[in-house]
């Protein structure tokens, strides 16, 4: 896909991955909506994209909740064209253990990735069917694919996101709507900050990567709608762990629950 131009929306857009991969997608020329809850971090993600050069437009809001996600939808729509790209990645919760964790905490974990993703998609689609192109990144970790101890739900939510991709893709095969799966190992983002104690549940093997930079993520997420990538992976190493663990189930649990980090 062409970007300049484009009508791009990107949730999570006021820090961290979100925002690296709308500035980014402004410098290449698209036209960004962007939507998280604060809306002085939004403001501020917009001026710098403004002072070079670029065009946003900010929409504050709460993707958790369905009908704000139905608001946002139709204030996109009113504002802009259809949008021919959406990112959802928009994304929230601690690494705890299932005991350690409370059933709404759980619940908002849910919310935010999945149901925000599913949501604004159900929002947004229509226009790009009836027009017959369009691009849906769906972003994820690798907690999609693999396990640890210490972060139950933040786990199943993110396998969530991977099995809604999966469905979309089939809904809209043939119909000139992309869908991407962009997949994350350790990131250097706000979350940990925002997430304290999470980052000390790193299994150690993960700890041993080089974290990417929030750049790092944004480049490949555009790279991948630039190419229409079904899939992207970084670091790539994670496609070697994938398939030992498709191999050996096992051996790769055990070494993902020897526990975190020294």
């Known amino acids: 896909m062409n970007l300049k131009g484009a009508h791009a929306v990107v949730t999570g857009a006021s820090s ?16 960004v909506a962007l939507i998280a809850r604060n809306r002085t971090r939004l403001e501020a993600v917009a001026l710098h994209i403004r002072e070079s050069g670029g065009t946003a437009d900010v929409h504050p809001g709460d993707l ?12 996109i729509l009113e504002r802009g064209p259809v949008p ?62 693999l396990a640890w101890p210490g972060a139950a739900a933040y786990t199943a939510a993110r396998w969530a996101m991977e099995g809604f991709t999966a469905a979309l893709r089939a809904d809209v095969y043939g119909s000139g709507v992309g869908v991407t799966l962009a997949m994350f190992g350790t990131v250097e983002s706000p979350y940990w900050m925002h997430n304290p ?8 093997s993960a700890a041993r990567q080089r ?13 991948g709608i630039e190419q229409n990538q079904r899939f992207v992976l970084r670091p790539r190493v994670f496609r070697l762990l994938f398939l030992l663990n498709t191999l050996f189930p096992t051996r790769v649990e055990a070494t993902l629950c020897r526990g975190p980090r020294p």
């Open 64 to 75: 958790a909740d369905p009908i704000v996600v139905a608001e946002l939808a139709r204030a």
């Open 84 to 145: 021919d790209i959406l990112v959802n990645c928009a994304g929230a919760g601690r690494w705890l253990p299932i005991l350690d964790t409370p059933a709404d905490e759980a619940a908002a974990m849910m919310a935010l990735p999945y149901l925000a993703a599913f949501n604004l998609t159900r929002e947004l689609l229509g226009g790009m069917l009836d027009r017959r192109r369009g691009h849906i990144v769906n972003v994820t970790s690798v907690a999609s694919r």
């Open 211 to 223: 974290a990417l930079t929030v750049g790092e993520a944004a480049a490949a997420i555009v790279r």
């Open 197 to 204: 104690g999470s980052r000390e549940r790193l299994p150690a």
């Open 16 to 31: 961290g991955i979100g925002e690296a991969t709308a500035t980014l997608l402004a410098a290449r020329g698209a036209r």
